[in-house]
Every structure is written in C-alpha cells, then in structure tokens.
C-alpha cells in the first residue's frame, strides 16, 4: 500500500502561481500513474491531470491545459502540480492519487489518496 503526502497549498493572488507536492512512500513510481483531481464544496470530486509512468507521458482536463502542468522527480519520489495564472474558481482542496489502471481519469480509478491541500486564489 503506497503512502501519499501533499504539501505546498496556501493562499495566493488571481494570476499568481503555485506548485504542489506529493511524496510518495511504500511503493515506487514505476508501477503507477499518479493523478491530481480537486474539489470543492457541494460539488464531485474533479479529475485534473495525471502523469503516466509506464508511459511516460501527461494528461490533463480541458479546463487546465496551457496552464497546469504534472512533472515527477524520481530521486525523491515526488510528484508536483505547478499551478499557473490562478483564478479565483480554481479555489479547491487538491488531492493527489495513485492508480494501477491504464490512463484513469475517474475517482474510483484510483487506489490511494493523499490527505488534500487547500489552495485558495483571492480575487
């Protein structure tokens, strides 16, 4: 069973930037897709991109092409969200997740999740 922790969320201005981390620990990388999704009160959870290790390739919503970006660091077993030109609704709790699926996209692809982080974009 694969460990997931996030870190990096916070508070930051409309158009502003911001990177995620998830640190993994139990299982490697190489076996798995990790995937970001977030959410926001009264709504589902909502699948933003994922970074596919035995393909080796990145995949993303329509709704955050050209400015999010999914990249990994093997050496420390990292996976990072940079967030760019944040808007306001982008305001969720980001939840970083594992999967042994094939290209998943859906929450109940995914196996492990890591606790979530808060990311709030002000106005």
């Known amino acids: 069973q694969v460990q997931l922790v996030e870190s990096g969320g916070g508070l930051v201005q409309d158009g502003g930037s911001l990177r995620l981390s998830c640190a993994a620990s139990g299982r490697t990388f190489s076996k798995y897709t990790m995937g970001w999704f977030r959410q926001v009160p009264g709504k589902e959870r909502e699948f933003v991109g994922a970074?596919?290790?035995?393909?080796?390739?990145?995949y993303y919503s329509e709704s955050v092409k050209g400015r999010f970006t999914i990249s990994r660091d093997s050496a420390k077993n990292t996976t990072y969200l940079q967030m760019n030109s944040l808007k306001p609704e982008n305001t969720a709790i980001y939840y970083c997740?594992?999967?042994?699926?094939?290209?998943?996209?859906?929450?109940?692809?995914?196996?492990?999740w890591g606790q979530g982080a808060q990311v709030t974009v002000s106005s």
């Open positions: 997740a594992c999967s042994t699926i094939s290209l998943p996209t859906k929450e109940d692809h995914f196996n492990s």
């Open positions: 970074i596919s290790w035995s393909r080796d390739h990145t």
